[in-house]
């Protein structure tokens, strides 16, 4: 499964000679406060740049009354299963336009599947307990993280050239809870800033 | 509690122009006014007190009535954000909006408005886009999620005239997708929902700013003003509490801010109580304050009217009596007490019995004669005006007899005052005595007066002055002394004799004077006659008193022939008045006229120096005879006249004869005597006159030593037809010659009286038969002629 993931990342190279130079880019995340934002997801699309494809399997474990992890980053088309760890019983669900789905989880270690197949994210919740909330952050980009405790998010072999920064975070109080900004990244690398603005 | 606060402003500005015209009055209006001033004060200060009590009373119950309000107002809240949450939480409902299912989340809206009593509500999505309002309301609803801040669930907006409360619970699924919001609308039936809860009965009302920014209530109850925006303003940061001044009264109220989407506030919730509420709990109190000042004022005037009124009373009493007293009557006051008006009392009767006597005494000097007591002139004149007035009326006579005594003057002189005093008393008590039934008075002097009016019959006049006379007869026992008086009398009976006291009086004196005239010792009535001679008299007195300034004097010298010298040795001055209308007045007419006025002194005078004068111009052997009154004898200075006349003229006292007749010694002889020694010791002849009429007492012959008698006309007139005149006549000469004394016989009209006389041994005569009186030419002529036929014969 790696191999041609290589081999893609070759040949995109050589089809476009003037951005293979690949670059890091590190993004400080702020909150509408000023402060380093955690959990917020920065995503960067490149244009030209082939999208990110399944791989591996894909958990959100329900434990301990929350969602784990509480931000799962799938590509598009990924198969995520939600494992019940929790003795109690759970009922996930999204009304999340990029999935809708409704769990009925009513068993220790009960195990069940969902296709992620659109790009987007989806909330989850649990109908039984509602300070459960969780993420999938579907995107079709391979350049997507999560920002670290101090609000850091870094990629490396970023091809240079323009690009799309887009910012997630559920207390972005924006249609999608998005905000995007786009970006020239030298070949050299960019070191840029974010803040989640209401 | 206002109006006796005005009443009382107005009070001491109408007092001091009151006039009290009664001490009781004001005393009762000072302390009723005192009373008021201490009633006020106590008044004010229960209001201040009940003011600070209610203003403090409502202040808490206020206060509490706002904390409840903002736990009722919480509570709508939290049932309102409940209604909200169930409907957020819905798991269905969040599937609706999660998915967009607009006909879904209208439904729910529907069923949830019915079932939460919620008039709108609406869901609010992430895009802003609303579903359940539309209009203006539904734009406010949409940017409420966005506007409020964090952790705010409602707000208060206004739109228009209305107010809303919008109240916010999040679609969570599990973040959010979006809002219920519910409106409701704060209208009254809201307000009146909220008062109700409330302990008191508060007034809530929503204001809202307008168009300029002030607070006001958009139904009207409240107008825009400064005190509203102060309160709402100042409520802000703190509750404050505050008065309204309202068109429906006084109220207290505070404010609270009611919180806007971006936190200024669009409206305001406004707690009133009005004052007349708060204070209606002590309205018994106030009442109970006036009614019992208004009950004790009235104990206080009544009280005051009383004790003035026994202090004013007594005084009112005082004052009457010095008022009686005033105008003359005897007035005791009842001495009510031993306080000071008591005293007063005491002291005023004691002054007014005083005052009484003294002015009894004082009245009775003024109408009485202290020397008899009998009434004097002034009482008598008015007892006379009074029953002369009486009888106009009734028609009954008044008699008035006047009378006095004859010759009191020589009893004074010779006897002294105090027994001429004695005299007129015992005279009085005679009077007195004698007449009962009429008012005795003394006139003054030896005057005395009686009225009769107590309806006297015809001859009681009469009959009273003889009776009075008849008392008389005998000499009257003074101090053991025995006088003799005679009384005359002159009897004036009205209203025949005159219709009033002036003239009744007037009249009874000339009767009086007649009964002198007519010799005293006797009465008269008064005749109308006695008046008309009066008049006459009245005139001679004026003409005389111009005669003698306008020389209207002469005298006339009738000469008395010296029968041993046969040729005539003097003449007798006889006075002449050639009046100027009347012509010759006769001697006899106006020679009493002038003793009675006394101008007979002065007129004595002038004969006197004229005779004298005359005489110079006569030989030296003719004397001239000069007749003196009496009254010109009473007089001290006569010796002195005599002299300057004798001097001025230069004439020898030898020349002068001095007439006078024995009527001089009437009045009391010794002066009488000394003065004729007087003249004696100058040389002056004295010669009486008339001998052989009246009394003729020999004693005067004793007394002094006259150089001539002169026998009266009468005696010679029948001397030579009845023998027995002729004896006196050779009697009289005879002892005039053992006396040393010439003889002089009057009236000698023919030459057989002459013969007669001369046989008789008479010195002189005197008569028509030498020749009637002349003037002082024809005297001179007379003389001369005489010398001649004796140096012929």
Redesign the interface.
Known sequence: MRIPHIAALALAAAAWPTICAAAPVSIQVSGADGRPLAGAVVTLAVPGAPPAEPHGSYVMAQHDIAFEPRILIVPVGASVSFPNRDQVRHHV?S???AK?FELKLYGFDVTKSVVFDKAGVA?????IH?T??GFVYVTASAYAAISDASGRVSFSGVPAGRATLTLWH?SI?A?G?TMSQTAAIPTAGLATSMAAGR | MRLPLKLALKLPLKVPRLRYHDLRSKLAALYAGLFVFGFIAVAVVAQIVIDGQAQRSVTADLLSSGTIYDRLWAMREQSLVGSADVLA?D?GF??A???GDRATIESALTSLKARANVPIAAVVG??GRVVGADGALGARIAALP?ALAEGRRSAVITLGPDTYRLVESPV??????GWVVFAVRLDAAEMQALSKLSAIPLVADVVQRDARGHWYASDGSLAPGAAIDDLVARSQSHRVLTTLNLPSGKAFALARPLEGPRGAPEAALLLRYPTALALAPYRPIQFGIFAAGLMVLLLVVLGSLRLAGSIARPIAALQRAAQALEEGTRTEVAACGTDEIGQLAESFNRMSAGIIDREHRIAHLAFHDSLTDLPNRAFFRESLDEKVLRQARSGEPVGVLCLDLDGFKGINDTMGHPVGDALLRRVGQLLCALAPDGLVARLGGDEFAIILAEGFDDDRPRALAQAILDAVINPINVDEHFIPIGVSLGIAIGPHDGHNADQLLKNADLALYRAKQDGRGLFRFFEPSLDQAARTRRQLELDLRSALRSGQFSLAYQPIYDLNAERIGCFEALLRWEHPTRGNVPPIEFISVAEDTGMIIAIGEWVLHEACRQAMSWPDHVRIAVNVSPLQFRNLSFAAVVMQALAQSGLAPQRLEIEITESVFLDGEGPVVALLHQLRAIGVRIALDDFGTGYSSLSYLRSFPFDKLKIDKSFVDTVTSDTCTAAIISSIVDLAKALKMETTAEGVEDSEQLDQLRGQGCSSIQGFLISRPVGSVAAGRLVRLHEDRSALA
Not at chain 1, 123 to 127: E, I, R, T
Not at chain 2, 172 to 177: G, V
């Open positions: 669900y009304f999340s336009p809708k909330a989850l919740g649990c109908n509602d459960m909330t559920p109080r249609p809870n | 939480h798991f969040r599937s909006v999660g998915s992430l895009d966005f969570l699924a599990p973040t959010e997708i």
